[in-house]
């Protein structure tokens, strides 16, 4: 079952390249806002369950682990790799409202 888009804040809440940390439902989720596109990702960092993904630098796309440097693609969540790294979001904005879809995990046991 699909959850329902939930507002998280204002665009102007977002700066440019910085991250900032949301609960969404039972989810930590970091937003980035990159050339007014808006990107939103797990938190927790997979190499050691680390929260810090809000707090990376962003470059050429991609947002830096802060703790050791693994690197994922803002769009996809991807490792440089192309290996699949941290979970996405997906994000709508309305009137400068933002957005997030918090799908939880579904497992097909
Ligand atoms: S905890 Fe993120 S790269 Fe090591």
């Given at each position: 079952m699909e959850s329902e888009f939930i507002e998280i804040c204002r665009i102007e809440d977002l700066k440019e390249k910085v991250g900032k940390q949301f609960f969404v439902e039972d989810l930590e989720i970091a937003v980035f806002k990159v050339d007014g596109q808006i990107y939103a990702l797990s938190n927790i960092c997979p190499h050691q369950k680390i929260h810090l993904i809000h707090e990376g630098l962003v470059e050429d796309g991609k947002v830096y682990c802060p703790v050791h440097g693994w690197q994922f693609d803002l769009?996809?969540?991807?490792?440089?790799?192309?290996?699949r790294g941290l979970d996405i979001y997906e994000v709508k904005v309305i009137d400068g409202n933002v957005y997030i879809r918090a799908n939880k995990k579904q497992y097909n046991w």
């Open positions: 769009r996809n969540g991807n490792l440089a790799n192309g290996r």
